[in-house]
């Protein structure tokens, strides 16, 4: 009988990469577009602030995915016989933790990492043609360094606050996703 699941297992997991990449696929290509449409019609600062904002988005969403693989199922059962707003959902979350962990870490969180280089490039040529006499070699450098240090700086700390406080972040993911779907 364990035979027979096997496969079906394989079969759901073919069928959820695949669904993975397709929806990778539609979000990268959006928010790069979008990312290149809005800086094409911004100055340097401005494109620091998107930058900045795509930064801290992959840094929530690792956030989000590593505290729903941490998260203990059980308070989240005690909450929802009480019918606490929001905790059905935070035991469905946990309940598909290695999808939910996907879709933050992978899917968002490297989207955004593989936006933000892409706009680290727009604003090394934008540097470079406010400042000509500076290297090419030393503003890419920088911006990547810079891109790379936030990144993967707020990764880690984000990564411990999810770990230590990974019940109280579900929750209050939770409870959004609560309130955005009851309005649909």
């Not at 079906?8 to 990268?28: D, G, L, P, Q």
């Not at 941490?70 to 909450?79: I, L, R, V």
């Not at 606490?84 to 962990?101: C, E, F, H, Q, R």
Request: with cysteine; proline share 2%; aromatic share 8%.
């Amino acid at each position: 009988m364990k035979s027979k699941s096997k496969p079906n297992n394989k079969k759901s997991n073919t069928k959820w990469i695949f669904k993975i990449i397709c929806w990778s696929m539609v979000i990268c290509g959006s928010i790069s577009l979008l990312s290149d449409v809005l800086l094409k019609q911004v100055n340097i600062l401005v494109a620091f602030i998107i930058l900045i904002f795509i930064i801290l988005t992959g840094i929530a969403f690792d956030i989000i995915g590593v505290a729903v693989t941490a998260a203990s199922e059980t308070p989240f059962h005690a909450m929802a016989s009480k019918k606490v707003k929001g905790a059905k959902i935070a035991v469905k979350l946990i309940k598909n933790a290695d999808k939910t962990s996907s879709i933050c870490n992978d899917v968002v969180g490297d989207v955004c990492g593989i936006v933000s280089g892409s706009i680290g490039v727009y604003i090394s040529s934008k540097v470079h043609l406010l400042f000509p006499n500076l290297s090419t070699y030393i503003i890419n450098t920088l911006i990547g360094v810079i891109i790379g240090a936030f990144t993967i700086g707020g990764k880690s700390l984000g990564k411990n606050l999810a770990i230590n406080r990974s019940n109280e972040i579900l929750f209050k993911v939770s409870k959004i996703i609560y309130f955005l779907k009851k309005d649909r």
